[in-house]
T-cell receptor
Framework: DGGITQSPKYLFRKEGQNVTLSCEQN?????MYWYRQDPGQGLRLIYY???????QKGDIAEGYSVSREKKESFPLTVTSAQKNPTAFYLC????????????FGSGTRLTVV | DQQVKQNSPSLSVQEGRISILNCDYT??????FLWYKKYPAEGPTFLISISSIKDKNEDGRFTVFLNKSAKHLSLHIVPSQPGDSAVYFC??????????FGAGTTVTVRA
């Protein structure tokens, strides 16, 4: 079955530490995205990538970094510069073209302790 | 500045009745609109979409209406079922494929 896998499902991080969230898809989608969900604020775009070795900042990229070395993988690093990292993180992928929606992963809940 | 707005954070409806969820947008360049459904601690799943060249799209119990002049779309669920209790996100797409999401509406279907 094709799909998009995020790991881990729950992650705890100490303040001042960097942490990397994994996102892998086997849907052969070109584009991949990272969103953050906070209560009452919907989904906000962190970074997106439309092709391997290229990515763009979204609306809230500060304190985050990404890489896109393979089509299947789009890991997100939450750095110590991110002031409020506790949130639910969602990865998504899509085909190129405007008439396609996203396929989402099941999310990673990050908690800073 | 949020370009997609869902002004009702919650909606409670009796089982069997109609649920109407509303969404407004400000960017006239949006030309493709989607609704997603989300359960707690899970990723959103695609529900239904509509292109800006249409004003209505139907899929089973779900119908989306688009009013371009008012920059407004709505999702109708008829009849509402207990399994429809979830958070519903409205989303809109511009030329570069990325989606802008609303804040979501939590639907509770009462037995």
């Amino acid at each position: 079955d094709g799909g998009i896998t995020q790991s881990p499902k729950y992650l705890f991080r100490k303040e001042g530490q960097n942490v990397t969230l994994s996102c892998e898809q086997n849907l052969n989608h070109d584009a991949m995205y990272w969103y953050r969900q906070d209560p009452g604020q919907g989904l906000r775009l962190i970074y997106y990538s439309q092709i391997v070795n290229d990515f763009q900042k979204g609306d809230i990229a500060e304190g985050y970094s990404v890489s896109r070395e393979k089509k299947e993988s789009f890991p997100l690093t939450v750095t110590s510069a991110q002031k409020n990292p506790t949130a639910f993180y969602l990865c998504a992928s899509s085909r190129q073209g405007r008439d396609y929606g996203y396929t989402f992963g099941s999310g990673t809940r990050l908690t800073v302790v | 500045d949020q370009q997609v707005k869902q002004n009702s954070p919650s909606l409670s409806v009796q089982e069997g009745r109609i649920s109407i969820l509303n969404c407004d947008y400000t960017n006239s360049m949006f030309d493709y609109f989607l609704w997603y459904k989300k359960y707690p601690a899970e990723g959103p799943t695609f529900l239904i979409s509509i292109s800006s060249i249409k004003d209505k799209n139907e899929d089973g119990r779900f119908t989306v209406f688009l009013n371009k002049s008012a920059k407004h779309l709505s999702l109708h669920i008829v009849p509402s079922q207990p399994g429809d209790s979830a958070v519903y996100f409205c989303a809109a797409r511009e030329y570069d494929y990325k989606l802008s999401f609303g804040a979501g509406t939590t639907v509770t279907v009462r037995a």
